[in-house]
């Protein structure tokens, strides 16, 4: 509860305009149960990270393949684990605000944690298609850093819009739901815009 409401705090009034006394107001504990978790804000702000992370990066890493698959497992895999990414960040709304738009210029740490975050999901997703094109699942003409550029930015990108709209607003709902829209990233990410 804490740390949920940590989150829309930051997302919704920023970092250092949020107190350790708003979040455990905001929550109902006691300031002293915050500081027995949490040495600082600094901190719980580190292990939401952190913890956002590793579970956002469980999703993605599900597209690594250990051996070759045909094109229409490949899709059939992108599919589901883009459904997986797409309902975690609908579940996580305010870490995904915080992370794609709203936390930079918090703190240098801050700063860096996020960075930490966007530079291991295109690493992750970097990995996946480099393993791809080594099971010759994918053509090895092209090059993969710029793929994974490609994808990453359609991913972040298209998040960003589903969950927030254009305006980066918080409560955007888009007409969209997480399945169509996950099959729809998949063949984009495969066939590109004439699908």
Sequence with gaps: MILACALRLFATRGYHLTKVSDIVRESGCAQATFYWHFKSKLEM????FDTGRQSMLATVER????????????????RGWLLDLLSFARENRYFFAIVLA????????????ISGIRTALFDALRRNIGQAVSLGMLPADGDIEARAAFVYHTIEGTIGWWLFGLGHDLDHESGIDAQTLAA???????FGLRG
Excluded: C, W
């Design 63 to 78: 597209g690594f393949r250990q051996h070759a698959v045909s094109t229409d497992d490949m899709m059939n895999n992108t």
């Design 45 to 48: 702000t580190m292990e939401l």
């Design 184 to 190: 729809s990233m998949a063949k984009y990410e495969f």
């Design 102 to 113: 709203k936390g930079y210029g918090a703190d240098p740490e801050i700063d860096a944690a």
